[in-house]
């Protein structure tokens, strides 16, 4: 007999930010039963659980799921004293229903966590560490991902990936904002599973800017992994100063930009590294290859200049690939580098996620009655322009 999850409902209704109200009226149970299941007063039962399920569009198998549960407080989602509880909520739900699914799926394929390395190199010291400090772990870090010790990220999305981190599209992900330098995504440091799962805002965000978020997160899963600054500030500064140091090595950033260097020189720069030019300043900054006054001059040229909301020079947008070839893998079939194919009743039902949701996560999955006309309910998904598609970019092959 299948035991139902109360907490499920909980979780779904964060991730929807659906009311008990209209929870009620979408099923026809009151809201005291409600109350009353959520609070394990009462069984949930499954004649329930069924009305909940067709109410949402949610297969009947997630609200039997029992994946512990992730404390929002956890999580390195970029928050603000007005960031609104309902939206802190929906994030914390979706990743911890997305990891769920990841977790579940790795299990299946007998993967295994790729990445002991980050327990050698983590920092556990409770102090704030110092740039050259960060700079020495984000050299490590490349290291570890067979990156040369200089020059660019070719792509930063499958360098991840071939270390088998999970880079996912979310759809409830971070808030809006102004600063092109400011990292829109999510991750728990803390958590110990088959495949780390990062989460990332895709919104209408350039290519720049998402190099620089993953950079980020991938900072956080390494610098506070077993330490928790004072301050979220402090965090978030330390994510800020890994992802600048993993992106562009301090002898790099040395040798292109000096103590004269113009708004030109960052410009030109963001061509060739893929960083936002607000990063870059914020780099050479933190190098202090310009001083305070300089830093400020070109921070005002940049809004005089509308750039701190749009920069020049586009940078394309990269295509996370691992979680679809994983999904199709174990529940379908791999057509190619970019395209696996399944069945959405089935799959959405041994995860136990509804079907737009996984489509969104994989970045693309095919049905298998596509070719019919069938389709299953999507979510939106933003079209992407892979910034390399060859082969020595894709992630390493899946193995049982």
Same mark, same amino acid.
């Given at each position: 007999?299948?035991?139902?999850?109360?907490?499920?409902?909980?979780?779904?209704?964060?991730?929807?930010?659906? +009311? =008990?109200?209209?929870?009620?009226?979408?099923?026809?149970?009151?809201?005291?039963?409600?109350?009353?299941?959520?609070n394990?007063?009462?069984?949930?039962?499954?004649?329930?659980?069924?009305?909940?399920?067709?109410?949402?569009?949610?297969?009947?198998?997630?609200?039997?799921?029992?994946?512990?549960?992730?404390?929002?407080t956890?999580?390195?989602?970029?928050?603000?004293?007005?960031?609104?509880?309902g939206?802190?909520?929906?994030?914390s739900?979706?990743?911890?229903?997305?990891?769920?699914?990841?977790?579940?799926?790795?299990?299946?394929?007998?993967?295994?966590?790729r990445?002991?390395w980050?327990?050698?190199?983590?920092?556990?010291?409770?102090?704030?560490?110092?740039?050259?400090?960060?700079?020495?772990?984000?050299?490590?870090? !490349?290291?570890?991902?067979?990156?040369?010790?200089?020059?660019?990220?070719?792509?930063?999305?499958?360098?991840?990936?071939?270390?088998g981190?999970?880079?996912?599209?979310?759809?409830?992900?971070?808030?809006?904002?102004?600063?092109?330098? $400011?990292?829109?995504?999510?991750?728990?440091?803390?958590?110990?599973?088959?495949?780390?799962?990062?989460?990332?805002?895709?919104?209408?965000?350039t290519?720049?800017?998402?190099?620089? +978020?993953?950079?980020?997160?991938?900072?956080?899963?390494?610098?506070?992994?077993?330490?928790?600054?004072? $301050?979220?500030?402090?965090?978030?500064?330390?994510?800020? =100063?890994?992802?600048?140091?993993?992106?562009?090595?301090?002898?790099?950033?040395?040798?292109?930009?000096?103590?004269?260097s113009?708004?030109?020189?960052?410009?030109?720069?963001?061509? &060739?590294?893929?960083?936002?030019?607000?990063?870059?300043?914020?780099?050479?900054?933190?190098?202090?290859?310009?001083?305070?006054?300089? +830093? !400020?001059?070109?921070?005002? =040229?940049?809004?005089? !200049?509308g750039?701190?909301?749009?920069?020049?020079?586009?940078?394309?947008?990269?295509?996370?690939?691992?979680y679809?070839?994983?999904?199709g893998?174990?529940?379908?079939k791999?057509i190619?580098?970019?395209?696996? $194919?399944?069945?959405?009743?089935?799959?959405?039902?041994?995860? &136990?996620?509804?079907?737009?949701?996984?489509?969104?996560?994989?970045?693309?999955?095919?049905?298998?009655?596509?070719?019919?006309?069938?389709?299953?309910?999507?979510?939106?998904?933003?079209?992407?322009?892979?910034?390399?598609? +060859?082969e020595?970019?894709?992630?390493?092959?899946? $193995?049982?």
């Open positions: 007999m299948v035991e139902y999850n109360p907490d499920r409902i909980v979780l779904m209704r964060r991730l929807e930010r659906k +009311t =008990q109200a209209e929870l009620t009226k979408d099923t026809g149970i009151s809201s005291a039963k409600i109350s009353k299941i959520q394990r007063i009462v069984l949930f039962n499954e004649a329930d659980a069924k009305k909940i399920a067709i109410s949402v569009d949610y297969p009947l198998s997630f609200f039997a799921m029992k994946d512990v549960p992730t404390p929002p956890e999580l390195t989602y970029r928050r603000s004293s007005k960031t609104l509880v939206l802190i909520n929906a994030v739900a979706e990743y911890e229903i997305m990891n769920g699914a990841v977790q579940r799926t790795a299990f299946k394929l007998q993967m295994q966590s990445l002991q980050i327990n050698e190199i983590a920092p556990r010291k409770p102090d704030r560490l110092t740039i050259d400090e960060i700079n020495r772990i984000a050299n490590q870090a !490349r290291m570890h991902l067979g990156l040369s010790s200089t020059g660019a990220v070719p792509n930063m999305t499958r360098a991840l990936e071939r270390a981190v999970a880079v996912i599209p979310m759809h409830s992900s971070g808030e809006a904002s102004d600063y092109i330098a $400011t990292s829109e995504g999510v991750c728990d440091p803390t958590l110990d599973g088959a495949i780390p799962v990062i989460g990332y805002l895709k919104r209408d965000n290519g720049d800017r998402l190099r620089f +978020t993953k950079a980020h997160e991938f900072g956080h899963m390494i610098l506070h992994k077993y330490r928790r600054p004072k $301050t979220r500030k402090q965090m978030e500064d330390e994510a800020h =100063q890994f992802a600048g140091a993993f992106l562009m090595p301090e002898d790099d950033a040395r040798a292109i930009f000096s103590a004269t113009n708004l030109s020189n960052f410009v030109q720069a963001k061509s &060739g590294w893929g960083i936002a030019i607000s990063a870059l300043i914020m780099r050479a900054s933190a190098l202090n290859i310009i001083d305070q006054e300089r +830093t !400020r001059s070109l921070q005002i =040229q940049l809004s005089a !200049r750039w701190k909301k749009h920069e020049p020079v586009a940078v394309d947008v990269e295509s996370p690939i691992l679809k070839q994983m999904i893998q174990a529940y379908g791999v190619s580098s970019t395209k696996s $194919t399944v069945n959405s009743l089935n799959v959405s039902e041994r995860l &136990g996620v509804p079907f737009r949701y996984l489509d969104l996560w994989a970045d693309g999955l095919e049905e298998d009655g596509s070719q019919l006309g069938f389709y299953e309910k999507r979510l939106d998904r933003a079209k992407i322009v892979p910034i390399d598609s +060859t020595n970019e894709q992630p390493t092959p899946i $193995t049982n």
